[in-house]
């Protein structure tokens, strides 16, 4: 079953299904069942769906992702203030997305030490 996120009026990504790379888990019925998206990130390109599999604790992008956009100029300013309300940085296309999510990875295996 194909997931949808969705910024009303801004942009809109389809995810045609999540397994995670690490411990195959694929969400059972419902297709999301044991993921996390709260770490999804908002960019210049759409929004880049970010799962974390709460079975093993894997952060990853999923591969199948149709991002749609549906005003680039609002989606642009809505990034830009975003991140001066949370003082987080932005993240403008989906490879700083995909380098942040190496980064997550790489802290949560330092941290099992
Ligand atoms: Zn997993």
Do not use: W
């Amino acid at each position: 079953m194909p997931l949808k996120f969705r910024l009303r009026g801004l942009a809109e990504t389809f995810v045609e299904g999540i397994c995670c790379p690490s411990c195959h888990n694929e969400g059972g019925e419902g297709g999301e069942q044991g993921f996390a998206t709260d770490l999804t990130k908002v960019t210049y390109d759409g929004i880049v769906v970010v799962v974390r599999c709460e079975i093993c604790g894997h952060v990853f992008v999923p591969e199948n992702q149709k991002f749609g956009i549906v005003n680039s100029s609002r989606l642009r300013k809505a990034v830009e203030k975003d991140s001066q309300n949370t003082g987080q940085p932005i993240f403008p296309d989906i490879k700083s997305v995909r380098l942040e999510v190496e980064r997550l990875n790489a802290g949560r295996q330092h941290g099992d030490h």
